[in-house]
């Protein structure tokens, strides 16, 4: 306990002799003596009243009591609470004593370095023990305590859900009214509800007044981060708020100076500004001053938008009511807008709305740079919902046009449901639409729109919407229906005065268009080279489903119609376009069926038939073609059975893989039907492109490459076939190409290349071609061939049409006697005709030499063939016969005329041979194989081995497939060198003599029985023929009727014999 530092002065009372005195010192005394003992009490009795007080308040604390005097009392080391975790600490307390009318009372508190613990946990505040004093209901009307306070360094800690709040203050006077000081707070860290604060404090001078606390100063905060996107930086403001003296209301001014910040998806540089507001029994009442600078949100930014106004609330700001005037500067497009359009523009490439958003956005863009908004605004809000007034606003561009007009504008929300919108607007400006529209109430209560939009047109195309009305009901779904009229480029074409209706409904994520067939029009439409002329068609949706729908899963599209029929131009050309049911869905595919296209004047047009066309739409149109004709007038040929897959980007139309028979149109037909596969075709800027391999079908083999041409502007084209080594063989035959090659070539062996090249134009088609061989062998109608080699050049080669005098070599032919090293001459004219124009061989000593003669392809007709041989020297003719035992001279001219019959039979006719004077000589030069001949025999054969002779003829008729007549005469003969004479040769020496030796005999084996007479050998054993059998018998079979014996008119009429058959058997 301490102990005193004062002493009790007192003065002496002088007694005085009366009474009074005495009594009155007495009492004086008797005062004193109880001074004295209060006063040397004094530190007990302050103790046991501190002591009663703190237990009265169940309050643990401890402290030292370092004076205690009339006017003044001083405690130290104050510790209120556990000592190990304090709730308050002081380290000095005073307590000053005032004495009003000599009854004491509280002073001045002095409280030094105080030092306040709390916490803030769930939204309670507590300060522990202190809670019992703090927050302890008195009975009295809230409001500031009328203390005389002087506060020397307090400082306080709290610590919350947040983060740790520190507080100091300091100053003095009297709590209610004059109390000046500082007060300052801080948190480094505040984190809570989402939202990270960093640096976050407040410093102000705290004054009180009429019970009244204000505080004036700033309030500060470096950052605040929040999930929901909420975001601040550099924040201050500058607060002078005053509490009501029962603390329940507030009022007071702010102004505010921000850096950064960003609420949701709008983001401003800073927003500076000064509020002015008051709060009072749970309402609010406001006026505000504000500029934000750098404003952005996705649809729309601002350079400056200041906002002037008030705002009432009421039940805690669940109703509330806000007026004000926006105003704002630099106004144009947001990042999100312009995205969205550049997406836009990029999603409608190549169609008419491209050119029209792409317009739209650079109109935006140059009239937002110096724009202006002006709005007066109204809203009132509650928990059933929220209103929005505009009776006016206006953005005007940077050229002072205005972009946008609203008036009378009222949208009203409530219950979740979309929001119900009436008022006017209007745009324009230059480069931006023209749309007017009123949005009003009907009778039913529903919100209806009417609007139109004057044609807007930009880089060629054009969009008009006469009239739309948009009807909103109750539950908040919009239907629309109207129309609009657009001009300009399509996906792969372009259309002018497409008339579409406008019919369909919008909810909250879906739209709908056309729930019923719709009818739509155009003055042209073009797709790609395809101009249709003015035209309406009719599609349909599929049941139960609109034609267009846009939701969540996309955009899908389906119609139908139940056939086309169209006409236009093909590029120049004239079209004509009739289908059947044609079926439309995306994403998906595109099919019609009995497609059939006229292309061409109707005189002269050439016909496409495609029985299944299907299209996949995407990034690129494409489908596939199925069981197609095509018949181009120009062109002679047909292509059936065609097929393949198509695609359509970038301006060019492709066919690929594609399949086709090609037949020839004329009848009958010049070729056979050939056929390809993986054949290409490119349509771009009007010019088809195509190449293909035809095949013949049965072997497979490739015929001809095609490559062709053609230019659908002008109606011109080529194509040039080109023939690599075609080969034939036992698969292919020229007759499996064309028919015309019956009768004419068979049994073809070897190959042959070429190049053709077949040109149309309006005025008709023309063709040629050089095709080689080097070694081609065949069968003619006038005997084998072999070696064959040339150019055949045609000047018609749909026609089949040569240049005259084509040659060929001839390697060998053998119409009977092989003849080699020959040059054929010919000619082919409108694929009817083959003129030989003749051919010539080395002929034995001579030449063989075919006459000029014509022979008509495919026609069932006698064919005539006339073969001159000249100077055939007699030795090689036997040379060649290997006729070793007999020699021979002389040299003969003549002709062999070959016919053959419409049914492809050969006979010979009128053959004739004749020797050259002076004639030649017959003998035999071998040993003579036959014996027992007999005398005479022998006699004659010795006589006449050797034979010279003056004349000698060779008349030949007969078929060639049977037998031929062969008549040899003999004139001025006589024996030759080597022959026995006798009496009797030379008896007869002088006489004029003559042989006739006629022969029947089939035409190959003629020259066989010569040889063997005098040959055995040359004669084949019958039995390796199947005539005997191996024991020598005849072989049973079918047979010919036995050969006729020779008849009297087989010899030769026109002298009769020197010698009679009566002469002959008496010999």
Known sequence: MAEADSELES???VGRSRRWPRVLGGLALVFLGALAALWFSRERIAGNVIEGELRRYDIPATYEIERIGPDRQVLSNIVIGDPGAPDMTIERAEVAIRYRLGTPALGRVTLVKPRLYGTLRGGTLSFGTLDKILFR?????????KMDLRLVDGRALVESDYGPIGVKAQGSGRLDDGFSGILAAVAPTLDGAGCAARSVSLYGALSTSAGKPTLEGPLRLASLECANGVRLAD?????DVTLDDDLAGVEGDGRIATGALAVGGTSANGLNGAVRATWRNDALVARYSLAARGLAHPQARAALLTAKGSLRGTAGLSSFEAQGDVEGNGVRMGDGLDRLLAGAVRSVDGTLLAPLLSQVRAALAREGRASSLQAALSARGSDAGYSLQVPRASLRGGSGATLLALSRVEVNATGGRLPRIAGNLATGGRGLPRIVGRMERAAGGEAVLRLRMAEYSAGGSSLAIPALVLAQAPSGALGFSGRAVASGPLPGGSARGLALPLQGNWTADRLALWNRCIDVRFDRLAVASLALDRRGLTLCPSRGQPIVRYGPEGLRIAAGAPSLDLSGRLADTPIRLRSGPVGIAYPGTMSARAVDVALGPADTASSFRVSNLTATFGKEIGGRFEDADVRLFAVPMNLENTGGDWRYADGTLRIDNAAFRLVDRQAPPRFRPLEAEGGTLTLRDNVIRAEATLREPASRRAVTDVAI???????????????NDLLF?????????????????ANARGTVSGRGRID????????SGRFSTDDLDFAAAFGPVTGASGTVEFTDLLNLTTAPNQRLRIGSVNPGILVEDGELVFSMRGGEILALEGATWP??????????TSLKFGASEERRYVFEIEGLEAAQFVQRMELSNIAATGTFDGTVPIVFDSNGNGRIEGGLLVARPPGGNISYVGALSRENLGTMANFAFDALKSLDYRQMSIAMDGNLTGE???RVRFDGVKQGAGAKRNFITRRLQNLPIRFNVNVRAPFYQLITSIKAMYDPASVRDPRELGLLTDDGRVLQRAVAPPEPEVAPQDLIPDQPPIQTPESENRL
């Open 11 to 13: 003065e002496a009372s």
């Open 137 to 145: 209901d008195t009975g009295e009307p809230p409001g500031l305590p």
């Open 235 to 239: 924040a201050a403001i500058a607060l």
């Open 709 to 723: 041409v053609h230019d659908l502007a002008s109606g011109t084209g080529h194509a040039d076939l080109a023939v």
């Open 729 to 745: 063989d036992r698969q292919l035959q020229p007759d499996t190409l064309s028919c015309l090659a019956l009768g004419v070539i």
């Open 760 to 767: 149309w134009t309006d005025r008709g088609v023309t063709s």
């Open 843 to 852: 002929f034995m000593g001579g030449t063989l030499t075919l006459r000029s």
């Open 964 to 966: 031929i007549v062969t």
